[in-house]
T-cell receptor, first 114, second 112 residues
Framework: AQSVTQPDIHITVSEGASLELRCNYSYGATPYLFWYVQSPGQGLQLLLKYFSGDTLVQGIKGFEAEFKRSQSSFNLRKPSVHWSDAAEYFCAVGAGTNAGKSTFGDGTTLTVKP | DGGITQSPKYLFRKEGQNVTLSCEQNLNHDAMYWYRQDPGQGLRLIYYSQIVNDFQKGDIAEGYSVSREKKESFPLTVTSAQKNPTAFYLC???????????FGPGTRLTVL
């Protein structure tokens, strides 16, 4: 079965600084990978996804993520954080015929300092 | 507008009562899911359905029940057997079991 780990529970960055949120997965073959964002009291919104092809994936709101098979990682990045990016971020992994039945990480809460 | 609706947004019930949470989608998606989210925790899968009239247990199905009589509807019943029902409940759907998931706004259930 697949699994996903988000090592950082909480990250604080200053507005305008760069951001990297870590995600490590466990799965024997090429996984389907997702990043979602959740504002307080709301549902989740997809930021980006990786199924195959180019390992650098562009998403909405200026986010990107890079799939690194050798490191089993799918880290999320943004060059310059805005105050509105403060939220909780979830990495998810799906695999094979159960790809839609994603396994979610525990999330990383992002705080943005003015 | 296409999307997923969950109602109500806030729900209060007395201990020992069953309660049903609504989830409706007009995206024509085959697969639907129910998750539970507790403070500081990720999403835990309760039930999912890949097709009408079929559903499977997720990781924490005990104390919950679902039905999938129509493609667009996937209601979740929290029964009195669920020991800690107070939580935020999220419904999602996807075009197929391999697709990305689209989430509803959630229902916050508080059992008094």
């Amino acid at each position: 079965a697949q699994s996903v780990t988000q090592p950082d529970i909480h990250i604080t960055v200053s507005e305008g600084a760069s951001l990297e949120l870590r995600c490590n997965y466990s799965y024997g073959a090429t996984p389907y990978l997702f990043w979602y964002v959740q504002s307080p009291g709301q549902g989740l919104q997809l930021l980006l996804k990786y199924f195959s092809g180019d390992t650098l994936v562009q998403g909405i709101k200026g986010f990107e993520a890079e799939f690194k098979r050798s490191q089993s990682s799918f880290n999320l990045r943004k060059p310059s954080v805005h105050w509105s990016d403060a939220a909780e971020y979830f990495c998810a992994v799906g695999a094979g015929t159960n790809a839609g039945k994603s396994t979610f990480g525990d999330g990383t809460t992002l705080t943005v300092k003015p | 507008d296409g999307g997923i609706t969950q109602s109500p947004k806030y729900l209060f019930r007395k201990e020992g009562q069953n309660v049903t949470l609504s989830c409706e989608q007009n995206l024509n998606h085959d697969a639907m899911y129910w998750y539970r989210q507790d403070p500081g925790q990720g999403l835990r899968l309760i039930y999912y359905s890949q097709i009408v009239n079929d559903f499977q247990k997720g990781d924490i199905a005990e104390g919950y029940s679902v039905s999938r009589e129509k493609k667009e509807s996937f209601p979740l019943t929290v029964t009195s057997a669920q020991k800690n029902p107070t939580a935020f409940y999220l419904c999602a759907s996807s075009p197929s079991i391999q697709g990305q998931q689209f989430f509803g706004p959630g229902t916050r259930l508080t059992v008094l």
